[in-house]
């Protein structure tokens, strides 16, 4: 029979590599100095956009993570540290982070894996300042609709100064001649 710490472990790791293969991607963050109410604020707050956080021994995390062929990742994991997995959308995830960060500066964000590419602290920032997908999808939805609208707006106004020929041409024929 197997120890219990020894059997924690195993199911921590299995739980790593079973919720990194079901998301798109991770963020490891560095939580040292923040309290314990404000991490299950942030928990549910990242609940809300499909992202959970996962915090776990830093050698069980190495392990997963060297199984997971993220070796590049490794040297993120340490002193006390968080996992956050994001299955729907990292912009929110990330935007979450950062706002976060903005009143608990001692959380840290360390890196992440996002599809195929590592993600450094400044590519997070940098995803948190990206519209959300429904602002993006507007955008697209406005510039194809643009030119339909302007196009219909040229044939109006054709249509327009048509008319005012034809009405002009209709005046000028009533007029008597003298």
Same mark, same amino acid.
């Given at each position: 029979m197997k120890k219990i710490g020894l059997l924690v472990k195993e199911t921590s790791e299995n739980r790593i590599k079973d919720s990194f293969k079901s998301s798109k991607g991770l963020i490891i963050v560095k939580y040292s100095g923040v309290s314990s109410p404000d991490m299950s604020s942030l928990r549910k707050t990242l609940k809300g956009t499909g992202a959970s956080l996962f915090v776990v021994k830093n050698t069980v995390a190495r392990r997963a993570m060297k199984e997971l062929g993220l070796n590049d990742l490794i040297?993120? &994991?340490?002193?006390?540290?968080? =996992? %956050?997995?994001? /299955?729907?959308?990292? &912009?929110?995830?990330?935007?979450?982070?950062?706002?976060?960060? #903005?009143?608990?500066? /001692?959380? %840290?964000?360390?890196?992440?894996?996002? +599809?195929?590419?590592?993600?450094? @602290? /400044?590519? %997070?920032?940098? =995803?948190? /300042?990206?519209?959300? #997908?429904?602002?993006?999808?507007? @955008?697209? +939805?406005m510039s194809l609709n643009s030119p339909i609208t302007k196009f219909v707006i040229v044939l109006n106004q054709t249509l327009k100064k048509f008319v005012y020929c034809l009405d002009q041409i209709k005046a000028s024929k009533e007029k008597p001649t003298n």
């Open positions: 040297p993120n &994991v340490q002193s006390p540290c968080g =996992m %956050i997995f994001f /299955k729907d959308e990292p &912009v929110d995830t990330s935007r979450i982070l950062c706002a976060f960060r #903005k009143d608990h500066d /001692k959380l %840290i964000l360390e890196g992440g894996y996002l +599809v195929d590419r590592l993600l450094s @602290q /400044k590519d %997070i920032e940098a =995803m948190s /300042k990206l519209p959300s #997908k429904d602002i993006l999808r507007a @955008q697209v +939805v």
